[in-house]
């Protein structure tokens, strides 16, 4: 039912992301240009004065967009460029609107008011908010330290852009110049290190704050002439190629020197950030990160994997589930299904923490088996990480949820074999492996063989896998980390070769459209002949429980 290419184009794809893993393991692959910051960078060199090629080569990204840039890129591009004659058509209220419902909607109010900072930040001289300042919508209750710094420099900001700067406390304002004694970019964020700037503008004493801080920003300036949303991402890129590596059976060589790079990294609390910059750790890297080295080799990084799971511990909400940063902020599913599934590598041990964590996937989940928007723009990331927390033969409750998903997945699927992002989309090789990954899970595997068909159309010649922007941050913001791609798809046909296999050896094995192999790991393929067990034989405890995401 597969093609006969199927082999072949999954060992060309392994050896590309192998290739990619350098002589240290780390995996590098540079966060594109994007729109937002580069606006913000443009106007933060004229209100500084400072006149030079950078200037020129940032105006020049942003002027050439593509045709089918996102219209929230052409707005801000439009209004950094002070084109006044092209705003018109952009029906500003609504294109917010629309552009907000793609963020969890406990972050409306804060995107919002960034949106409306930045716009005015971009606009002419002097230009003034479309509302009035109101101090209460700058709240830094329970916020992790990124939005910390990022809502009081909008403060600042909009309390300077509205005339009410004697709202704005001294502290406040030591704190934004606090991050700009980083040697580079606080925190790898240039989005909040830009904004930081752009509310110390104009204040006494801070010049030489100003210029060093935009030649920070510029020593990321990319060769079309943008700058990044982040410095790197080279954390989360090792993390998603060593779980994409591990399940299409690379050599054990080649993960290890990933797994060597990943312990070494290990924050002081346990946790891993996004990248070397960030001091923050984060749920998503460190569960991926717990279940890469486990499945790599659980002897060599035991004493890591054991102080990573006791820093997600402080993560899990009364509710059962995990946020993204910090205990106390909203649960979210696919963290919970992301620290469910890294949990589980000593499950034993983690029984009731499991237990409520799968019980919150199950409530959060919607009628229509999606889940709330995370940190991708397509809804089947979400679906798949919380369909292989999830045990199909557990609780009915747990069963409905895993049907739910399943059928959202199965009716998304397009006439060409792939998904979209959202309904109605174009098909795309990112979402198509989330779907795909997902699919593995039932006994019918035609859906999935179509959609194989779409991804390897997908696959260039050198092994590498097209796709469209998919990780978004800070939420409902668009960014491009190209390798991402490769990734995930390379995961998603891991999987697929480790379900066929079973099968084969399996003919006994559970029928029906919902059917789903035990699954002890969000992301990680099952091996043959054992639910708990990898190829080449090397075991891991299957989960314990009820078996049941930013």
């Not at 003034?128 to 919508?137: G, I, K």
């Not at 895993?402 to 959202?408: M, P």
Request: glycine fraction near 8%; charge should be neutral.
């Amino acid at each position: 039912m597969f093609v006969p290419e199927l082999p072949v184009a999954t060992a060309r794809l392994r050896r590309r992301v192998a290739d990619s893993v350098q002589p240290d393991g780390a995996v590098r692959s540079p966060c594109r240009s994007r729109v937002l910051e580069s606006a913000l960078l443009l106007r933060l060199l004229e209100r500084t004065g400072i006149e030079s090629d950078h200037h020129r080569r940032v105006a020049r990204f942003l002027a050439d967009l593509p045709d089918d840039a996102e219209p929230l890129d052409r707005l801000l591009a439009t209004i950094a460029l002070r084109h006044p004659d092209d705003l018109a058509e952009h029906g500003t209220d609504a294109l917010l609107d629309r552009f907000l419902q793609r963020a969890p909607a406990f972050l409306n109010a804060r995107k919002r008011v960034l949106l409306e900072t930045v716009l005015a930040l971009l606009g002419p001289p002097r230009s003034a908010l479309r509302r009035a300042f109101d101090p209460s919508a700058f709240d830094t209750g329970n916020l992790h330290p990124w939005a910390h710094v990022q809502t009081i420099a909008l403060k600042v900001a909009s309390a300077d852009l509205t005339g009410h700067a004697d709202e704005v406390a001294e502290s406040e304002v030591r704190l934004l110049v606090d991050t700009q004694q980083a040697s580079g970019v606080w925190e790898g964020n240039l989005l909040v290190h830009l904004l930081v700037l752009h509310a110390l503008v104009g204040r006494p004493h801070l010049d030489g704050v100003l210029v060093n801080g935009v030649a920070k920003a510029l020593v990321h300036q990319r060769a079309d002439g943008g700058v990044p949303f982040v410095t790197d991402t080279d954390t989360w890129c090792a993390v998603t190629a060593g779980v994409a590596l591990d399940a299409s059976g690379a050599p054990m060589e080649v993960r290890r020197r990933i797994g060597d790079h990943l312990a070494a990294r290990q924050r002081v609390d346990g946790g891993w950030s996004y990248t070397d910059a960030a001091a923050l750790a984060d749920v998503d890297d460190t569960s991926v990160a717990i279940e890469f080295l486990h499945a790599t080799d659980p002897l060599r990084y035991r004493r890591t994997i054991d102080r990573g799971l006791r820093a997600l511990w402080s993560y899990q909400g009364p509710d059962g589930g995990f946020p993204t940063y910090i205990a106390g902020a909203p649960s979210e599913a696919c963290m919970t299904a992301a620290a469910v599934n890294a949990l589980s590598v000593r499950a034993p041990r983690h029984v009731q923490r499991i237990t409520a964590a799968r019980r919150f996937l199950a409530f959060a989940q919607h009628a229509d088996g999606t889940f709330d928007p995370d940190w991708s723009r397509s809804r089947y990331h979400a679906i798949f990480r919380a369909l292989l927390a999830t045990d199909a033969c557990g609780p009915d409750a747990y069963r409905a949820t895993v049907k739910r998903a399943l059928t959202a997945v199965r009716e998304g699927q397009n006439r060409d074999g792939g998904w979209g992002q959202q309904p109605g989309d174009p098909s795309d090789a990112i979402s198509t492996a989330y779907a795909l990954i997902a699919l593995c899970r039932q006994a019918d595997a035609r859906p999935a063989a179509r959609g194989v068909e779409y991804l390897l159309s997908a696959q260039r010649a050198d092994g590498g896998i097209d796709s469209v922007p998919d990780m978004l941050g800070t939420r409902p913001f668009l960014y491009v980390i190209p390798s991402l791609a490769d990734h995930f798809t390379l995961l998603a046909l891991g999987h697929l070769g480790s379900r066929l296999a079973a099968r084969t050896r399996r003919p006994s094995a559970p029928r029906g459209p919902d059917a789903q192999s035990a699954y002890p790991s969000a992301l990680r393929a099952p091996a043959p002949g054992s639910a708990g067990s990898r190829g080449g034989g090397r075991n891991t405890p299957t989960q314990t429980g009820e078996r049941s995401p930013a």
